[in-house]
């Protein structure tokens, strides 16, 4: 029977899954609830087994808990314009904070030390506190031992040694440490979790070494964000959500994962659980448009150095010289498996690690990518003759097989259909391509690509249009509504304006909108493979936003703007879907998220005026 997520007193062990702030290192990352418990973090990369994974089972996953030790009120904010986490305890003793952050240099490419520090000062009064460090190593399915070597506990497991140094005393009892003080007023104590190699003397990290970091770390975040240029309304949005896409990157490699989590639930007690800690082409591509749009060019050139190692590897054929999705480090296989022994976010199982998504073949996101290439070369810096080589290479297969079905850009497990996003984004590929041949004068097959984008544009207004439901949809020759035709308008397929479109817009309106809330589709109407129902699609509103913006509805669409703003969490991130009460569902934070908000910012700020 499936743990209902609470314990013998009433009290759920799993917070909201908003309840959270997240850190990282551009290596990996950790979330930190509000009541200052990490519950997830695996070290040393973000696909890396967990370390602590309580948010996916309270008993099994491992965690570590700080906390005042008498009854207190909690606040979570980020130290501004960074991506250190600050938690505030609040009793009638006293007020004390826990600083959480992985220290960064100046250098994020270079060996990273995979630190994770987390300070605590008592800034008024006296509080007593509590730690509680148990890791669960290889998801919670690895033994492990620990020990105490002076005041630094040592775990060690097959796979993976951390050690905990600490300026509080520790306990051990040869699985968890544990540690109890008490602070007063200006005083301080630093807890530092550090991987260690067999051999290695673990190292200390003392209150002046803890301070340096910290201050190191907080000028990387501030010296970075000093690069946008975004200075409209919505600037503390938008630069949170900038932050999140930067932690979500993968400095050795360039490589945006999709986010930092696995299984999630996007429908509590459902099965629609997915590991999202991997590079998705159209999410990372998206993620270069987002960047370019507020002026960061480096995090551009260096997933387009990613991606043109990828374009190399598999050639042609009737799946395509990419996959949709690949590991942080470029591998190709993401083998799915299961992980009965844990229960899940709230009993929703199963937990997956692993993506058997990466054999779909999805045909969007070549006009994903190229958009964002065609992007980089008009606002970063012109591609090299080898990266156009690159391209035309794609563009040329996706004239050979624009026509074919597709899995689609939902991903889903119902088997391959003519979708009408598909589609679109193949007349995107081929038009950004012609605009850069055209724009610079490079060679290409141009009668042929024009042809191909030509054939596909008549093909989606003749078959994509459905007169019955006077609104494009999901697939060519049906009735169905699909929120992803919001992309049209977007990608100029066609005008903002247009009868057809504004007919398409009211049509979504009325059918997949609720309260400026967007569901992706109807699985009822469109099954797709998949048991259970899911929450609306936050990337999915922030389009509907900047689709009336452009339809010239700045009253709606501001309005829809400032009510998707409240489903925020307390420090301004998202997961995919928000669910019937307005709480967080899916994996958390999502870039997918994130980078539409910033979109739409964006657009609905120029439209403004």
């Given at each position: 029977m499936a743990n209902t997520g609470f314990g013998q007193e009433g009290v759920s062990p799993y917070l909201p899954i908003a309840e959270h702030g997240l850190i990282?290192?551009?290596?990996?990352?950790?979330?930190?609830?509000?009541?200052?418990?990490?519950?997830?973090?695996?070290?040393?990369?973000?696909?890396?087994?967990?370390?602590?994974?309580?948010?996916?089972?309270?008993?099994?996953?491992?965690?570590?808990?700080?906390?005042?030790?008498?009854?207190?009120?909690?606040?979570?904010?980020?130290?501004?314009?960074?991506?250190?986490?600050?938690?505030?305890?609040?009793?009638?003793?006293g007020v004390a904070e826990i600083q959480d952050f992985m220290p960064i240099t100046d250098d994020p490419g270079a060996a990273a030390p995979h630190r994770l520090i987390r300070r605590v000062i008592c800034v008024r009064g006296s509080l007593p506190f509590t730690a509680r460090v148990a890791p669960r190593f290889g998801y919670g399915a690895e033994a492990h031992s620990a020990e105490l070597q002076g005041n630094t506990a040592l775990f060690r497991s097959e796979s993976l040694s951390l050690a905990l140094s600490a300026t509080a005393p520790l306990e051990c009892d040869g699985l968890d440490a544990r540690s109890r003080f008490k602070l007063l007023e200006g005083e301080s104590a630093v807890f530092a979790l550090d991987p260690v190699s067999d051999g290695v003397i673990?190292?200390?990290?003392?209150?002046?070494?803890?301070?340096?970091?910290?201050?190191t770390t907080v000028r990387f975040w501030r010296n970075w964000l000093a690069a946008s240029r975004y200075h409209g309304r919505w600037r503390e949005m938008v630069h949170r959500s900038a932050l999140v896409l930067k932690l979500l990157t993968y400095a050795p490699?360039?490589?945006?994962?999709?986010?930092?989590?696995?299984?999630?639930?996007?429908?509590?007690?459902?099965?629609?659980?997915?590991?999202?800690?991997?590079?998705?082409?159209?999410?990372?591509?998206?993620?270069?448009?987002?960047?370019?749009?507020?002026?960061?060019?480096?995090?551009?050139?260096?997933?387009?150095?990613?991606?043109?190692?990828?374009g190399t590897e598999r050639g042609g054929g009737s799946e395509g010289p990419l996959q949709i999705m690949y590991g942080i480090d470029g591998r190709n296989e993401l083998p799915?498996?299961?992980?009965?022994?844990?229960?899940?976010?709230?009993?929703?199982?199963?937990?997956?690690?692993?993506?058997?998504?990466?054999?779909?073949?999805?045909?969007?996101?070549?006009?994903?990518?190229?958009?964002?290439?065609y992007l980089y070369d008009k606002w970063g810096q012109p591609i090299s003759s080898d990266r156009w080589d690159e391209l035309g290479v794609l563009v040329d297969w996706l004239c050979e097989h624009w026509d074919q079905p597709d899995d689609g850009v939902w991903e889903t497990r119902g088997g391959r259909r003519n979708f009408v996003y598909s589609r679109l984004m193949c007349w995107v590929a081929i038009e950004r391509a012609i605009r850069m041949a055209n724009r610079r004068g490079l060679p290409a097959d141009l009668p042929r690509w024009r042809q191909s984008r030509d054939a596909i544009y008549r093909e989606i207004m003749q078959r994509g249009w459905s007169p019955d439901r006077g609104a494009f949809v999901q697939h060519l020759d049906d009735h169905v509504l699909d929120a992803s035709v919001l992309m049209m308008p977007m990608a100029k397929f066609i005008s903002p304006t247009d009868p057809k479109w504004l007919a398409t817009l009211d049509a979504l309106t009325a059918d997949l909108v609720s309260d400026s809330l967007v569901y992706r589709y109807d699985p009822e109407a469109s099954p797709d493979g998949l048991r259970g129902a899911e929450g609306t699609f936050s990337i999915c509103s922030f389009w509907y936003v900047e689709s009336l913006a452009r339809a010239g509805r700045l009253e709606e669409a501001r309005l829809a703007f400032e009510k998707m703003l409240t489903y925020a969490n307390h420090v301004g991130l998202y997961a995919e879907e928000i669910g019937l009460t307005g709480e967080q569902l899916g994996n958390f934070p999502q870039a997918f998220t994130h980078l539409s908000l910033i979109s739409a910012a964006f657009n609905l700020d120029r439209a403004l005026g």
């Open positions: 990282g290192d551009l290596h990996s990352a950790a979330l930190v609830g509000t009541n200052g418990t990490i519950d997830w973090y695996c070290c040393p990369r973000f696909d890396s087994p967990s370390v602590f994974a309580s948010i996916l089972d309270a008993n099994r996953g491992g965690s570590f808990e700080l906390a005042a030790d008498v009854p207190t009120r909690t606040r979570q904010f980020y130290f501004p314009d960074t991506n250190v986490l600050i938690t505030r305890f609040f009793a009638s003793d673990p190292r200390a990290c003392p209150q002046a070494e803890a301070e340096d970091q910290f201050e490699t360039g490589a945006i994962v999709a986010a930092p989590t696995t299984s999630l639930p996007e429908q509590i007690g459902g099965e629609r659980n997915w590991d999202y800690r991997f590079v998705w082409v159209r999410d990372a591509a998206f993620c270069v448009y987002a960047m370019l749009r507020l002026g960061f060019t480096e995090e551009a050139e260096a997933f387009m150095g990613f991606l043109s190692e990828r799915e498996r299961e992980l009965p022994h844990l229960e899940g976010y709230l009993g929703s199982a199963p937990v997956r690690v692993g993506n058997a998504a990466t054999g779909q073949l999805q045909l969007d996101i070549y006009g994903a990518l190229i958009d964002s290439v």
